[in-house]
């Protein structure tokens, strides 16, 4: 098993550009997230989904939009990139979640961004 | 909202000793997860806690949760350069059928050979 992957790995975008950030995971796991990373600040929720065709938003949404077409995957995207959003995105996912049988997070390796 | 401060920052020891990184809730924790990421990585999870007092170890690493579950630690026995990194402390952020973990901002632990 691959587990979760991410791609790309490292992009630089100038503001105002657009691009889309893909996790995959083999797990089959019901429950994906996304977070960012910046220095001093840990990670923060940026949207999830409790399954396929599902999303919410999490702490810190704006500016991004994500979707679920797919069990496996969890896309993304930035519609139009701006320097706050230089950052480290993280993605997740857990079969189960909820009080005392929370499933544990298994996070992909990183997309590192910076935005020009 | 719930918020986890980890302590200390950073810290550097130098390698056989040993150390603790501390993690506090503002609300009682249902649920804590502690991750090491090394840099330029993912998140690794390490262990998870969920009673008042559980205490669970692996290799070197020992992790406990106090009674009144507000407050986890990760205690490091003769430590290793392999055990660098940054170590993150998470938490179920509250909201049933989610999964939603908010996290600590992180101690990152250099070991000195």
């Known amino acids: 098993n691959a587990g979760v992957t991410q791609t790309p790995k490292f992009r630089v975008l100038k503001t105002g550009q657009s691009m889309t950030l893909l996790c995959a995971q083999d797990?089959?796991?019901?429950?994906m997230y996304w977070y960012r990373q910046d220095p001093g600040m840990g990670l923060r929720l940026i949207h999830y989904?409790?399954?396929?065709?599902?999303?919410a938003k999490g702490e810190v949404p704006d500016g991004y939009n994500v979707s679920r077409l797919k069990k496996q995957n969890f896309l993304l995207g930035l519609e139009s990139a701006a320097p706050s959003q230089t950052s480290v995105y993280f993605c997740a996912s857990s079969y189960g979640a909820g009080g005392a049988w929370q499933e544990t997070q298994y996070f992909g390796p990183g997309t590192r961004l910076l935005v020009l | 909202s719930q918020e986890l401060e980890q302590s200390p920052q950073s810290l550097i020891v130098q390698e056989g000793k040993n150390l603790t990184i501390n993690c506090t809730s503002s609300?009682?924790?249902?649920?804590l997860y502690w991750y090491k990421q090394k840099y330029g990585e993912g998140l690794i999870f390490l262990m998870m806690?969920?009673?008042?007092?559980e205490e669970k170890s692996h290799e070197k690493i020992t992790a406990k949760l106090d009674e009144k579950k507000q407050q986890s630690s990760l205690h490091i026995t003769a430590s290793q350069p392999s055990h660098a990194g940054i170590y993150l402390c998470?938490?179920?952020?509250?909201?049933?059928?989610?999964?939603?973990?908010?996290f600590g901002q992180g101690t990152t632990l250099q070991v000195k050979p």
């Open positions: 609300k009682t924790l249902y649920g």
């Open positions: 989904s409790v399954g396929e065709g599902t999303t």
């Open positions: 797990m089959n796991h019901e429950y």
């Open positions: 998470g938490a179920d952020a509250g909201s049933s059928n989610t999964g939603k973990l908010i």
């Open positions: 806690l969920q009673k008042g007092g």
